[in-house]
């Protein structure tokens, strides 16, 4: 059974449109992050949570907002649609600690058109 | 987080032991060196990681230069399952309770039958 459950697996938007990309864990991991990868790109860190609370973004833009309901509830918000939003995106947990392992979800395969 | 240099690319046969090296010549005292793995439409998954000590697991042996500049992932017996994009990525041991990964391009393995 999947640990990180990312919803939905596809995604086609209009641009200019808003959508919620959704990730839950139940690994009990006080850690959350959102990456992004862009066709043939590396894979490229947006932001990252402890206890429901940002710790580092990446992300230049605005319109992307992350939003924790719960411990381990990580959702992004994409606002305002563009095509180069095109990407899939993971969703990932981690322990406390000084060396644990990150854990990714399937991702959130998004095209905007 | 320092660079590490891998190969864009590599190849094996099946049932070979293949090498795979990471050069990281700038790296700190406190950094660890984390190996994770790709597969087209899937999220990074973990290998293994170290700090000094050579490290062994289920999935492969990490070797790591006396002087750490350098670490090599063998892995026994590849099989079709094996063929991935392989990350050699650093990362700073604080204990922030969170850990950002920044990838690269990774060394893209292909093993044929």
């Known amino acids: 059974d999947p640990k990180i459950i990312q919803k939905p697996k596809y995604l086609v938007a209009v641009t200019g449109s808003e959508k919620i990309l959704i990730c839950e864990q139940y690994l009990g991991h006080n850690a959350m992050y959102w990456y992004r990868q862009s066709a043939k790109k590396p894979l490229e860190f947006m932001f990252s949570?402890?206890?429901?609370?940002?710790?580092d973004n990446q992300t230049a833009s605005s319109r992307f907002q992350p939003q924790s309901s719960k411990k381990n509830h990580l959702d992004l918000q994409i606002t305002a649609l563009k095509p180069d939003d095109s990407a899939t995106y993971f969703c990932?947990?981690?322990?406390?600690?000084?060396?644990?392992?990150?854990?990714f979800g399937k991702g959130t395969r998004l095209t905007v058109v | 987080d320092a660079k590490t240099t891998q190969p864009d690319s590599m190849e094996s046969t099946e049932g070979e032991t293949v090498h795979l090296p990471c050069s990281h010549a700038t790296i700190s005292g406190n950094e660890y060196i984390y190996w994770y793995r790709q597969v087209p439409l899937q999220g990074p998954e973990y290998v293994t990681h170290g700090l000094q000590q050579n490290t062994t697991n289920s999935m492969a042996f990490l070797a790591i230069a006396s002087d750490r500049k350098s670490s090599t992932l063998i892995l026994p017996h590849v099989s079709l399952r094996d063929a991935a994009v392989y990350h050699c990525?650093?990362?700073?041991?604080?204990?922030?309770?969170?850990?950002?990964?920044?990838f690269g391009k990774g060394t893209s393995l292909t093993v044929i039958p």
């Open positions: 990932a947990s981690s322990q406390d600690g000084t060396d644990t392992e990150v854990f």
């Open positions: 949570y402890s206890y429901q609370k940002l710790m």
């Open positions: 990525i650093l990362r700073v041991a604080v204990n922030t309770g969170y850990q950002n990964f920044y």
